[in-house]
């Protein structure tokens, strides 16, 4: 791959990041879930991904403070898409857990994404998807490994 070809397949890849974020956005607009921000969606799976989550837990896995998290659950406790529970024995450990809203919510989202892997695995042999799919792990690892350096610094 040359130089020319390497650089419009940055700007396909930067052009993806974006119109997937503008995606989210938009979805969220259109749907009785418009009260919620990308973030906040983000943070929704978050929590969806393992069920229960301690809030200090969360805090590092969405790479903010802890002050930044509480305001963010603050708001999604209010809207009814979290809830928080305090640990019975330890009171300065919360575990936040999804509502029923916010259940739906992350099922949407999820949906979303397996509806997504479906029509790329369509007109795939399975070489062409594990190849696809060790691409998409190469630069997820790539984002955390940088994520990391970052975070040190």
């Known amino acids: 791959m040359d130089n020319e070809q390497l650089d419009a397949f940055i700007i396909d890849l930067m052009d993806l990041f974006n119109k997937q ?21 983000h943070t929704i799976i978050q929590i969806g991904l393992e069920g229960s989550k301690k809030q200090s837990d969360l805090a ?24 928080r529970e305090n640990d019975p024995n330890d009171r300065r450990i919360t575990y936040l857990s999804l509502t029923k809203s916010g259940r739906v919510m992350y099922r949407l989202n999820l949906l979303f994404y397996r509806n997504l892997v479906k029509s790329m695995a369509k007109e795939r042999t399975e070489e062409e998807l594990n190849t696809l799919m060790d691409s998409m792990r190469d630069v997820h690892q790539f984002i955390l490994d940088t994520y990391a350096l970052l975070d040190k610094e």
């Not at 974020?21 to 969606?41: C, G, H, P, R, S």
């Not at 896995?61 to 898409?81: D, P, Q």
Request: glycine share 6%; charged share 30%; no cysteine.
């Open 21 to 41: 974020q503008e995606l989210e956005e938009k979805a969220l607009k259109q749907t009785k879930f418009n009260d919620l921000t990308v973030k906040e969606l």
């Open 60 to 83: 590092k896995a969405l790479g903010v403070t802890m002050g930044t998290l509480s305001v963010s659950i603050k708001r999604l406790v209010k809207k009814g898409y979290v809830q």
